[in-house]
């Protein structure tokens, strides 16, 4: 899992220099979506089990 996370950002970082040698502004703006995604699929993933049961982090 950790492999597979650690391909996936040298990947997308990867892209974003190749445009960021074509276009800067265009690195940026692409950087800025990638960025939304992330934390987009971050927030959307289940809780992982091995967090403290009964509590989500969350203020009462």
């Known amino acids: 899992m950790v492999t597979a996370l650690a391909l996936e950002i040298v990947f997308v970082l990867l892209v974003v220099a ?4 074509l276009s800067v502004p265009g690195a940026l ?3 800025g979506v990638l960025g939304v995604l992330a934390v ?3 927030t959307a ?7 403290v ?3 989500t982090g969350e203020a009462p």
């Open 18 to 21: 190749g445009v960021a040698m």
């Open 29 to 31: 703006i692409l950087a």
């Open 40 to 42: 987009e699929r971050a």
């Open 45 to 51: 993933r289940p809780p992982r089990p091995d967090s």
């Open 53 to 55: 049961s009964g509590t």
